[in-house]
């Protein structure tokens, strides 16, 4: 043996450590090299697009960039005195301004968000603003008496900042006054925060019902021979051959009042002709067409997990005394976890998010947040509150994501 | 139970008596008390079993075997023989399509698995992963609803025995293979059964270790004064380990005897085959006198034979003679006994044997094995020798 002092060298004199590191970082470099175009793929279609969404949540310049004299005027002003006359005329000579540019519309719509009923004042308002003359203050107030009201003034300010987290109090059912606290929002207003709690309680539902139904079949399937379970596995996955629209109507076929299974009730006398079942259009019909169509992924990754559990665990067990239920419970089930992590949080992620299926099958008490979001996407134009809503739907889920690795560990998982 | 303890003294040279134990095992009075009137009786029996699949095939045909209280037996025989299949019946695991397999004299044929308190031991050892060592060993106790107290004493002392009393915290996944086949041991034992059965459980271990576990199984079974059935396939296990071998093959028993029997008088060609290593001639019976029999080979050449299942002139034979015992120095053979012309074909020094390939009789691949001694000579391929050997050594058997 030779007496080495200090670090150990490689053939060529330079330290192993080094050589050593060297040589991984060569092959992961090109182990990372491979991945890179779909990295790349991943970051121009997916991350970027959501960054840029989600930043909407927070950025909202409509006011300030169309109103940029009053965007000033109401950063000096303290939000709780009258507003001052200087601040009155940079308004007048933004609405004039405005309605110039035809951009009023925006502009009342942005201010009408903080404050109900500041939409046709504004409009109202920018009509004669070119025509109006100092003192501007007074000629507000007479022009519409609301303008007295401090609230419109201090929903202006609100609306001004650039920088703004009204979206996303908004989403939580909160609102951000003037002087920046945070309130609830009026009680009518108060709509986000029971919608994602009834959003987490069906997805909490609908993963529960593919649990239950799934984990026997699942079973069943791990059990029978290869040929047999291949073909049944076909089937599982049967569904996903159709379009989720067409599954989505299927069900509408089966469940509405005048459907085959209504039709059933009545013909077997379960259910009275005028006193169908409404199983379709509210929260039933969203939860059973969701865990019908949510089920293959509670089932495969079960499936896939249980197929390989040995068979020699469930014998050694009972040969040591254990009867089948006791069996089952101490040894397969804890040996099935990882599967039956792997399928919930599948299928509860998959359904915190499912849009059309509520949307068709949801009726009234049967909408999901995503509804929510699609209906200011679409139907309110609100990208902002929509962002605020994804946003936090998203911390939701990786929340959950978090407990989840805390109380069960996501390594403990296997999706296949 | 005086006759069972020196039975087993025999193998393992354990004085046995309860007091040189390590611990009270057998002072429960389970093993000794409940079955101290079948002691002379079988304490495990098959009856006429057979077993189907697939209603087509029977694996199992026509199995009949008893077993004393006590005895470790091996059933050993080729891959697909159908020892896992008698295995599993006894555990309860499969079903007989026909016949009965009695346990202490009572049939247990509709007895569920769990009910039946046969320890076992899996190839893969089955060891519950999510669970520690002493969660494991602790499970078989649970379910019999063993006080919290007495598990632990047990446990313990289950663990001691195969000295892995400082891994009850570990998980099965820290453990090295061998050390996973002693706590699947200790867990097969834990809970005191009478009769274990261990199917392949030395498969996945190295030489050196199968050798020492092989060792430590027996004395363990013999100290404990349980009833193993083992199943192998490996015919050096077999040897080593039972009190009585039963060999499979096809779903048939050729052979059930004690290893020096089976290796040294197998009942047929397919046992003399399958238990070590054993060279053959084909040919035809000539004459029979008695316990003698001579054969004309193929070849032409008359060879003295033991007859063992020929019984008359002119029935084709397979003859077979352990390498070991052909004698190519014609000082030792007795007066008067027939030889053959070999050739040597190949020449390997092994150290403590020489292993030589001759062409005997047209059959280039019988083996001869020689001890190094002094005087034994070394030969080179080419040469020409007589060989011959005892006719009790030369079994003639079915061809
Ligand atoms: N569960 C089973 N279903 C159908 N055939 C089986 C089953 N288990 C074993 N066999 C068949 O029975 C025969 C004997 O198998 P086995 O008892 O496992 O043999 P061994 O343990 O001696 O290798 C084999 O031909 C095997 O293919
Ligand atoms: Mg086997």
């Known amino acids: 043996m030779t007496e080495t002092t200090g670090p150990l060298l490689a053939a060529d004199g330079t330290p192993l450590k080094r050589k050593l590191a060297q040589s991984l970082f060569r092959s992961r470099a090109r182990a990372f090299g491979l991945t890179l175009p779909l990295l790349a793929f991943i970051i121009v279609v997916f991350v970027i697009p959501i960054a840029q969404f989600l930043t909407q949540a927070v950025v909202d310049d409509r006011y300030s960039s169309l109103m940029p004299k009053s965007t000033i005027a109401l950063a000096e002003w303290d939000g709780v005195s009258e507003p001052s006359e200087a601040l009155a005329a940079a308004v007048v000579a933004d609405l004039a301004l405005a309605k110039e540019n035809k951009t009023i519309g925006k502009v009342a719509t942005r201010v009408n968000r903080e404050k109900s009923g500041a939409r046709s004042l504004f409009t109202k308002t920018a009509r004669r603003a070119a025509k109006m003359e100092a003192p501007f203050l007074d000629a507000l107030y007479e022009r519409d008496k609301k303008w007295r009201d401090i609230e419109i003034w201090q929903g202006m300010k609100v609306a001004s900042k650039k920088y703004t987290a009204a979206y996303l109090a908004a989403s939580v059912d909160r609102k951000i006054t003037a002087d920046g606290k945070i309130v609830r929002q009026d009680e009518q207003r108060r709509i986000h925060i029971t919608l994602f709690q009834k959003t987490i309680w069906i997805a909490f539902l609908v993963t529960l019902f593919t649990f239950l139904l799934g984990y026997p079949v699942a079973f069943l399937l791990s059990t029978l021979p290869m040929r047999t379970s291949n073909l049944l596995l076909i089937l599982v996955l049967l569904p996903f051959w159709t379009s989720l629209l067409v599954r989505t109507t299927a069900w509408i076929a089966m469940l509405q009042g005048e459907g085959v299974l209504n039709d059933l009730f009545v013909a077997f006398g379960i259910a009275g002709d005028d006193a169908r079942f409404s199983m379709i259009y509210n929260l039933t019909g969203t939860l059973i067409a969701m865990t019908h169509i949510l089920l293959p992924f509670m089932i495969l990754p079960l499936y896939s997990v249980m197929k390989t559990i040995p068979p020699s665990y469930t014998r050694a067990a009972k040969s040591m005394g254990a009867t089948d239920w006791t069996t089952f419970w101490r040894v397969y089930f804890p040996q099935s976890v990882p599967g039956i992590g792997a399928g919930a949080l599948l299928v509860f992620i998959l359904a915190i998010s499912f849009y059309i299926t509520p949307a068709l099958v949801g009726g009234q008490d049967g909408q999901m947040i995503s509804n929510f979001i699609d209906y200011h996407m679409r139907g309110s134009l609100n990208w902002n509150l929509a962002a605020a809503l994804g946003g936090v739907l998203l911390v939701i889920v990786l929340f959950l994501f978090w407990v989840y690795d805390r109380v069960v560990g996501i390594d403990n998982m296997k999706l296949g | ?399």
């Open chain 2, 1 to 399: 139970m005086q006759i069972a303890q020196k039975k087993r003294c025999r193998i393992c040279g354990w004085v046995l008596n309860n007091s040189a134990l390590p611990f009270d095992f057998m002072g429960k009075g389970r093993l000794w008390g409940s079955g101290l009137s079948q002691t002379q009786d079988a304490f495990v029996e098959f009856r006429r079993v057979q077993k189907s699949y697939d209603g087509e095939v029977l694996v199992v045909k026509d199995l009949n075997l008893k077993l004393p209280k006590g005895e470790f037996l091996t059933m050993l025989g080729p891959s697909g023989s159908g020892k896992t299949t008698c295995l599993m019946m006894l555990a309860g695991f499969e079903t007989a399509t026909h016949g009965e397999i009695l346990l202490d004299g009572q049939p247990i044929n509709n007895i569920p698995p769990h009910k039946r308190g046969i320890g076992m031991v899996f190839q893969n050892y089955a060891l519950f992963p999510h669970m520690t060592v002493g969660e494991n060993l602790s499970f078989p106790l649970e379910v019999r609803k063993i006080g919290k107290a007495d598990r632990e004493v047990k446990v313990k002392r289950a663990l001691d025995m195969v000295e892995m009393g400082d891994f009850i915290n570990r998980r099965p996944a820290q453990l090295s293979g061998g050390q996973q086949q002693r706590i699947a041991l200790a867990r097969a034992l834990v809970f005191e059964p009478e009769l274990v059965l261990m199917d392949e459980p030395l498969g996945a271990l190295d030489k050196q270790l199968r050798e020492k576990m092989q060792f430590e199984i027996t004395d363990l079974a013999h100290r404990l004064g349980i009833t193993v059935v083992y199943v192998t396939h490996d015919q050096t296990e077999a040897l080593t380990m039972s009190d009585r071998v039963a060999v499979f093959n096809d779903g048939v028993i050729q052979q059930i005897a004690p290893p020096d029997v089976l290796y040294e008088s197998p009942d047929n060609s397919f046992v003399a085959q399958f238990i070590g290593e054993n060279n053959t001639l084909a040919g035809v019976v000539d004459s029979i006198d008695g316990d003698v029999c001579q054969v004309k080979l193929d070849s032409g050449d008359i060879i003295d034979a033991t007859p063992v299942n020929v019984s008359k002139v002119g029935e084709r034979t397979l003859v077979s003679i352990r390498p070991e015992r052909v004698e190519a120095n014609p000082k030792r053979l007795k007066k008067g006994a027939h030889t053959l012309k070999a050739e040597v074909l190949e020449f390997i020094y092994m150290g403590d044997v020489f292993r030589t390939r001759l062409r005997v009789a047209g059959n280039d691949e019988f083996i001869m094995k020689t001890r190094n001694a002094p005087d034994q000579q070394r030969l080179t391929p080419g040469e020409e020798i007589e060989i011959g050997w005892l006719p009790t050594d030369c079994r003639a058997l079915d061809a």
